[in-house]
Nanobody, 125 residues
Framework: QVQLAESGGGSVQAGGSLTLSCVAS????????MAWFRQFPGKEREFVAA???????LYIDSVKGRFAVSKDSGKNTLHLQMRNLQPEDTAMYYC???????????????????WGQGSQVTVSS
């Protein structure tokens, strides 16, 4: 069983930065993925970024060049550094983990097996 605990959300003005963190307890053997999703009010959760067990990263186009996903394997911690935040980035952000490679959850062919509780990010103009 894997449990995910997020931190680091908050409010920032447009152009500002925030970093989200997610500590994972438990361990997934073999290929696995850790990812970030976000959910806008009244919408389904959408994939934002992910990092595979081999360190390769995936991003949606709207955050490329502004967001950076990284993992500290020694501390079982996932980070999402967000720069140049815009009001349209305002959402609830969720950490997710899955015992398969990331391509499935990025393409929405697979639902992540584990989810964090969510962390609100609010960007004002």
């Amino acid at each position: 069983q894997v449990q995910l605990a997020e931190s680091g959300g908050g409010s920032v003005q447009a152009g500002g930065s925030l970093t989200l963190s997610c500590v994972a307890s438990g361990y997934m053997f073999g290929p696995h993925c850790m990812a970030w999703f976000r959910q806008f009010p009244g919408k389904e959760r959408e994939f934002v970024a992910a990092i595979d067990f081999d360190g390769s990263a995936l991003y949606i186009d709207s955050v490329k060049g502004r967001f950076a996903v990284s993992k500290d394997s020694g501390k079982n911690t996932l980070h999402l550094q967000m720069r140049n935040l815009q009001p349209e980035d305002t959402a609830m952000y969720y950490c997710a983990a899955d015992p398969y490679r990331c391509v499935g959850i990025m393409r929405y062919t697979r639902e992540p097996q584990y989810w964090g509780q969510g962390s609100q990010v609010t960007v004002s103009s």
